[in-house]
């Protein structure tokens, strides 16, 4: 039987690691952006999505300065329509 483990994550250790552009695992960029884990692991697995780097033990981490740059330039911005 699996049992699933919650993972508790410290939210001002988060703030501190993202201000100092420290690496992140899935699950705080998951917190951090509100992406679900699910949809980062299905992202790399299409090789898409966010920026990554794939350490040689396995795990992956993101850079917080890439994240941002990333997210950054999926903006949209809505052009205004002509008022009449």
């Known amino acids: 039987m699996a049992r699933n483990k919650k ?3 410290d939210i001002g250790r988060l703030d ?12 705080e960029v998951s917190l951090w952006t509100g992406i ?20 040689d ?4 981490v993101y850079k ?6 990333y997210l950054e330039n999926c903006k949209v911005v ?3 329509e002509a008022v009449s």
């Open 7 to 9: 993972r508790i994550i």
């Open 16 to 27: 501190a690691r993202i201000e100092a552009d420290m690496y992140l695992n899935e699950h």
């Open 36 to 55: 679900p884990v699910s949809s980062l692991q299905k992202h790399r697995h299409y090789s898409k999505g966010l920026p990554y780097r794939k350490l």
């Open 57 to 60: 033990t396995g795990h992956v």
């Open 64 to 69: 917080p300065s890439e994240v941002k740059q």
């Open 78 to 80: 809505p052009a205004l």
